[in-house]
């Protein structure tokens, strides 16, 4: 018998039973939906509400679920969803005391705290795996700082760069993660319960007083919003989706960069898998499977949008569809971040192809017109006489600093003798010392205030 069928004369249908049951997935939110139950009843203890002895009764009972859930003692099956299997097995340990821990108290509220507490903890756990990530990129900036490789716009060669420039980059971007999830957790962290079914409730309930043992800083407002909104969870989606982009970002670069053509790396066989019928390939498959996965996310995150977006006030069945999108995509951000992580150790950069790419494409030009400009030439003169200059060394099929000083002269009298160190791609990126400039110095910069950041994580 539902605990809700005292005002139906009939029974649900087995089928429609099954489709409204929603404990083969919330059935993960045990600890908060616990954790949020004994600071309900302790509050109904401490008010007067129940009886202090009652409320002992209910959380040390609750404790004990808790412990036998976790060790797997007790099956977590048979009820509705989470909130009716706990207070299901409440009552039966403690008998007409269990009863009243629901007293002021709805699902509504009851649901809408169980998820901020699971959210709560896994941005944590999220912050945790980029700070992880992270690390390891900057374990590669150091050992990089005068790894030279082309940077690249619409996928051509562009300027000259480092390795350690590269991915650096990306950690920004991942440090970015970092700060937005912070920011979320702000929205995530207010308490919502107290706001009953809809609009509260008559008990002289303490909601501070709750927000107090579950680390709440703050209560919710609005009891009609704070049963029905979600947009915290639209919020964490977009986090969630946002870190999917940038590590498919990364990974599609990988992809390419492990191909024949550009040959700058080579995964290990620890992160790479074979071909069922050709004997010679390599595949970088965990690169492809994040990229891949990142749809998911980006589906988890739509779908919740779709969702709420023609949901009148206050609480409707239809936010029963939140929490699997939330765990899929927590899960798929935690295990992509997990094994990202643990590859980047194991590639093997070619160096040597990286650098000899860094010279390819003409990467220098800006610096040939930048020389002119120095020279008294307004720039835009400059870059015509440039590029006349790279359709000469294009059609000699030599790169610029192959060229003499007596070829550059060709194109400007301005030219002196000293355009051949100006053209060195050592000398092209180390002139770029201007913070977020590629330089030893500006990366060793940025290196060392990105360490300072994740200290603080």
């Not at 919020?235 to 492990?258: D, G, Q």
């Not at 995150?301 to 995509?329: R, S």
């Amino acid at each position: 018998m539902k605990m809700w069928s005292g005002r139906f004369r009939g029974s649900l249908d087995e089928t429609a039973d099954a489709f409204n049951s929603s404990l083969p997935f919330d059935s993960r939110l045990y600890k908060h939906d616990i954790l949020g139950s004994i600071a309900h009843a302790t509050m109904l203890g401490e008010t007067g509400i129940i009886e202090k002895a009652e409320a002992d009764a209910i959380c040390t009972a609750l404790s004990e679920i808790f412990y036998d859930i976790k060790s797997g003692a007790l099956p977590l099956e048979g009820a509705e969803d989470i909130h009716m299997f706990v207070e299901e097995k409440l009552t039966e340990r403690i008998g007409n005391a269990g009863k009243k821990l629901h007293t002021a108290r709805s699902r509504n509220d009851q649901v809408a705290l169980d998820i901020r507490l699971y959210l709560r903890d896994s941005v944590t756990e999220i912050k945790n795996l980029l700070k992880a990530l992270c690390l390891q990129l900057i374990a590669v900036a150091k050992e990089n700082y005068r790894t030279y490789m082309p940077a690249y716009t619409h996928m051509q060669k562009a300027q000259p760069t480092t390795l350690a420039h590269y991915v650096m980059a990306y950690a920004e971007m991942f440090m970015r993660d970092i700060d937005r999830l912070s920011d979320c957790r702000k929205r995530i962290n207010v308490m919502p319960l107290g706001s009953g079914a809809c609009t509260g409730t008559s008990f002289p309930i303490d909601r501070e007083r709750v927000a107090q043992l579950l680390d709440f800083p703050t209560v919710t407002a609005n009891s009609l919003d704070s049963v029905s909104d979600r947009d915290f969870i639209v919020e964490f989606l977009n986090c969630a989706a946002l870190i999917m982009t940038h590590l498919s970002r990364f990974n599609e670069e990988l992809v390419y960069w492990s191909t024949e053509e550009f040959g700058f790396v080579e995964p290990d066989d620890a992160f790479s898998t074979g071909s069922s019928i050709m004997p010679q390939k390599k595949n970088p498959d965990i690169s492809e499977l994040i990229r891949g996965k990142t749809g998911r996310v980006y589906g988890d995150l739509t779908a919740i949008l779709t969702v709420l977006k023609g949901l009148p006030l206050a609480y409707n069945k239809d936010m029963q569809e939140d929490k699997e999108a939330v765990f899929d995509a927590e899960d798929t951000v935690k295990s992509c971040l997990t094994v990202f992580t643990a590859m980047i150790p194991t590639l093997h950069f070619k160096t040597d192809v990286m650098n000899k790419g860094a010279a390819g494409g003409y990467t220098a030009a800006t610096d040939c017109a930048d020389y002119l400009v120095r020279k008294g030439l307004p720039f835009r003169e400059a870059h015509a006489v440039v590029g006349k200059l790279v359709l000469y060394a294009s059609d000699a099929k030599k790169p610029l600093h192959r060229l003499t000083a007596d070829e550059f002269r060709l194109f400007s009298p301005l030219f002196g003798d000293d355009i051949m160190d100006t053209v060195k791609i050592h000398n092209v990126v180390n002139c770029r010392k201007l913070t977020g400039g590629p330089a030893h110095r500006a990366v060793a910069q940025e290196v060392r205030r990105a360490e300072r950041f994740l200290a603080k994580i």
